[in-house]
């Protein structure tokens, strides 16, 4: 069984500043990770992924994340904030079949709502 | 190209009516997906489908059925609606590792 657990359902940061939005996985198999974005009363769009190879991955948006086996996490960084940011973002780790079976089955964390101020 | 569709976009039921929500996709994708969305509880897999002509239950399938008609089509049933049944409900489709969502149906059961 895999699940994901986002520390913070709401984060606040100035336009400018440092987000750090933050995931943990807990998964049987090697992980496949995502971070996904929700604008309002809108679908979820893949922000980025994490298969196999750079442990160090880039997304749009200017977004980027960290897969660490040790510490089972796959936080999510931008360096400075813009308004256009603000948004609910949601963790996700896919089932991965021994022997490379995959159904592609998603379980996502609980979402950060994500809040920038001017 | 649409990607994947949804109607209704929103829709109020009583207790104990029936409905389907529709979804549709057009990039020859073999997976696809139903998942609702709860606040605090991010989404939660209720049925999918690998491929045409196989459906599979997820984490919550119980009040729900569904029914992938031809590799475009995937619809999700509700034989008779709970209140505990209102949520946003979004459609998939994968290709690889990505899947590509809906803009959702946002149903109230009264």
């Known amino acids: 069984a895999q699940s994901v657990t986002q520390l913070g359902s709401h984060v606040s940061v100035s336009e400018g500043a440092l987000v750090l939005l933050r995931c943990n996985y807990s998964?049987?198999?090697?992980?496949?990770l995502f971070w996904y974005v929700q604008y309002p009363n809108q679908g979820l769009q893949l922000l980025l992924k994490?298969?196999?190879?750079?442990?160090l991955v880039k997304g749009i948006n200017g977004f980027e994340a960290e897969f660490k086996k040790s510490e089972t996490s796959f936080h999510l960084t931008k360096p400075s904030a813009h308004m256009s940011d603000a948004a609910e973002y949601f963790c996700?780790?896919?089932?991965?079949?021994?022997?490379?079976?995959?159904?592609?089955?998603?379980?996502f964390g609980q979402g950060t709502i994500l809040t920038v101020h001017p | 190209n649409a990607g994947v569709t949804q109607t209704p976009k929103f829709q109020v039921l009583k207790t104990g009516q029936s409905m389907t929500l529709q979804c549709a996709q057009d990039?020859?994708?073999?997976?696809m997906y139903w998942y609702r969305q709860d606040p605090g509880m991010g989404l939660r897999l209720i049925y999918y489908?690998?491929?045409?002509?196989?459906?599979d239950k997820g984490e919550v399938p119980n009040g729900y059925n569904v029914s992938r008609l031809n590799k475009r089509e995937f619809s999700l049933r509700l034989e008779s609606a709970a209140p505990s049944q209102t949520s946003v409900y979004f459609c998939?489709?994968?290709?690889?590792?990505?899947?590509?969502f809906g803009p959702g149906t946002r149903l109230t059961v009264t």
């Open positions: 994490y298969t196999t190879g750079a442990t």
């Open positions: 998964s049987s198999v090697p992980p496949y």
């Open positions: 489908s690998a491929s045409e002509g196989t459906t």
């Open positions: 998939a489709s994968r290709r690889g590792h990505e899947q590509y």
């Open positions: 996700a780790v896919s089932d991965q079949r021994a022997g490379g079976t995959s159904y592609g089955k998603l379980t």
């Open positions: 990039m020859n994708h073999n997976s």
